[in-house]
């Protein structure tokens, strides 16, 4: 069974910062690209940025700048700096681990970490 740990959330005020953290096992972590989701209440969970086990990185337009995703590859963790927090980040935080092989395509999920931006 494939564990996603994530740790990191809470609260936070507006202009703040937080660092999300998620860990896995080496087997995962050498193969799968990681990213970062979130859900809103009443949203629908959003792709945040990917990380490949190359670094490259990916984010979504909107929080290109920051946001700023890394991968410590002797820790199997991957991280997700968060800066100039606003309300409108608030939400839960899924670390995501993907992996494609030809038309195949394996997710597994973090439990999700709460970030609440509030003064």
């Known amino acids: 069974q494939v564990h996603l740990v994530e740790s990191g959330g809470g609260l936070v005020q507006p202009g703040g910062s937080l660092r999300l953290s998620c860990t896995t096992s080496?087997?995962?972590?050498?193969?799968?690209?990681m990213g970062w989701y979130r859900q809103a209440p009443g949203e629908q969970r959003e792709w945040v940025a990917i990380?490949?086990?190359?670094?490259?990185?990916n984010y979504v337009d909107l929080l290109e700048g920051r946001f700023t995703i890394s991968r410590d590859n002797a820790k199997n963790t991957v991280y997700l700096q968060m800066t100039n927090l606003q309300p409108e980040d608030t939400a839960v935080y899924y670390c995501?681990?993907?992996?494609?092989?030809?038309?195949?395509?394996?997710?597994?999920w973090g439990q999700g970490t709460q970030v609440t931006v509030s003064s």
């Open positions: 990380i490949t086990t190359e670094g490259h990185t």
């Open positions: 995501n681990a993907r992996h494609s092989d030809g038309a195949l395509q394996y997710d597994y």
């Open positions: 080496e087997a995962i972590f050498s193969v799968y690209a």
